[in-house]
């Protein structure tokens, strides 16, 4: 079993940057793809951003290209999701998870280790 843990969530206004934060306890995961989900009241989980065992093979869902950025620091099994130019429909909770294989996917069947997520909020 691997520790995943997510922090940096709370409460932003629109317009404004928050950084989320996710370690895995496991230094082996520093071989595998890495993403961010996320999962509003009444809606399905939804694919943030995805980053590969090295650092590239960067993959974004269509609401947030261009205003996150997600990256990585391999040798500490740390990944980041920068998040910039907040918007209401922002508001989830944001979870993060090791992806079975080396590169990054869209589809969360593709992670097998997953954090417990942090609640980010926006407000107008």
């Known amino acids: 079993q691997v520790q995943v843990r997510e922090t940096g969530g709370g409460l932003a206004q629109a317009g404004t940057s928050l950084t989320l934060s996710c370690s895995a306890a496991?230094?082996?995961?520093?071989?595998?793809?890495m993403g961010w989900f996320r999962q509003a009241p009444g809606k399905e989980r939804e694919f943030v951003a995805g980053?590969?065992?090295?650092?590239?093979?960067?993959i974004y869902g269509d609401s947030v290209k261009d205003r996150f950025t997600i990256s990585r620091d391999r040798g500490q099994s740390t990944v980041f999701l920068q998040m910039n130019n907040l918007k209401p429909e922002d508001t989830a909770i944001y979870y993060c998870?090791?992806?079975?294989?080396?590169?990054?996917?869209?589809?969360?069947?593709?992670?097998?280790?997953w954090g417990q997520g942090t609640q980010v909020t926006v407000s107008s």
């Open positions: 998870a090791v992806a079975l294989r080396a590169f990054a996917s869209r589809a969360s069947s593709d992670y097998r280790y």
């Open positions: 980053i590969g065992w090295n650092g590239g093979n960067t």
């Open positions: 496991r230094r082996t995961n520093s071989n595998n793809g």
